[in-house]
C-alpha cells in the first residue's frame, strides 16, 4: 500500500500543521519530508511514523496513513484531536510504501 508523503508545513487533526526537525536534507515538492518524533505547531505532538521500510536521515518517514501523534500542548485543556493529534495531509504526488 502507498500513501502521501507527510511534510512540513502538511495539517494535522487537531489544526495544527507539522515542524518538521528530524530532517534537513530529504524534500518532496521543495518541503522537507516529517519523520518521526516531528512535533507540530501547537507545541509537542511528536509523530509517530507508520513507515517501517523508509528513511530519512536515520528515521523513520512519516506518511498520511494517516499516521498518529503524541498529545500536543493543548491538551488536556481543550482535550478532543489535540490529545491525540495525527496526519491530515501530504504530497499530492509523492507517495511512500507503509
Known sequence: MT???HRD???RTCG???SVSGNSTVFANG???SVDDDPNSHGGGALSAGSNN???EGSAVVN???DGAAADDLCPSLAGA?????TAGG???VFVGD
Do not use: E, Q, Y
Open 3 to 5: 500513501v502521501p508523503v
Open 9 to 11: 508545513g502538511d495539517s
Open 16 to 18: 495544527a500543521t507539522t
Open 31 to 33: 518541503v522537507l519530508i
Open 54 to 56: 523508509v528513511f530519512c
Open 64 to 66: 498520511n496513513s494517516p
Open 82 to 86: 489535540h490529545c491525540s493529534p495525527a
Open 91 to 93: 504530497s499530492p504526488d
